[in-house]
């Protein structure tokens, strides 16, 4: 698994609607996990950020009433790249990356940018289940 991209610690706070000083708190508190840069800089993991999101009410408060698609993926958009008239728009939500492919125009109606918090709804008619392939987890022959 790719190591976790890093945000500085101001656009933590940005993207959490908080101030730098209730970060600075909650990582004193333990309630949030900093790391350093080689100069010293606070860095947030985009994981920490999107537990963060995912832990407020509105995650799910702004659900639809009712809707099909179960799989739902709070998190926050990561990339957005404009190829006219299609765009990919990648959402980070805790270790899960979820890519979606919609008309620029799309994205222009949801006001779409980097860095807003955002929720990946996955409906899928076929789901593939994979399992690793080792000795112990092959069934034993019955020779």
Sequence with gaps: MPADRQVRVGVAAEMLGLSLDT???WESEGRLRVGR????????????V?????????ATDDAPV???ARNRFPGIVTRIQRNDPIAVVEIRAGPHRV???????????????VGQEAVGVVK???????????????PASRE
């Design 66 to 68: 009712a809707q099909s």
């Design 124 to 138: 899928a008619t076929n789901v593939v289940v994979e399992v690793p392939t080792t000795r112990s987890a092959r």
């Design 99 to 113: 890519v979606s492919i919609m008309t620029s125009e799309a994205v222009d109606e949801l006001g779409l940018e």
């Design 23 to 25: 970060l600075r708190r």
């Design 37 to 48: 840069s080689e100069g010293g800089q606070r860095l947030v993991p985009l994981s920490e």
């Design 50 to 58: 999107t537990r963060l999101l995912a832990e407020r009410p509105s």
